[in-house]
């Protein structure tokens, strides 16, 4: 961003990838919360027939799937409200509080 302040930095994520434990699903909170992103589409996973995926033990039940996503795209919403504003260091730490208090995963 120093180099190039017009640049823009965006990815998108898929949540429930069959094997996705809850520490993983942390780390890409923590991840999403601090880096900043200027735009990002969240997915849940969904079986496709033809995929190597298709057949892949240790699915995340869809409910779950679909609670991450919103939890996700909560955290998201909150990022884009704030993003010309300065934000303390602890704002991923109050957004999992807050995903706590509401009952998100």
Known sequence: R????????????IVGFPGETQE????LANFISAAKLDAIGIFGYSDEDNTEALDLSD??????IRERVEALSSLREISEVFTDLPLPDDLAQRCREW??????P
């Open 24 to 27: 993983d699903y942390d780390d």
């Open 2 to 13: 120093a180099l190039s302040p017009e640049a823009g930095i965006r990815s998108n994520f």
């Open 99 to 104: 995903q706590t208090k509401i009952n998100l």
């Open 59 to 64: 699915k995340v039940a869809d409910e779950v």
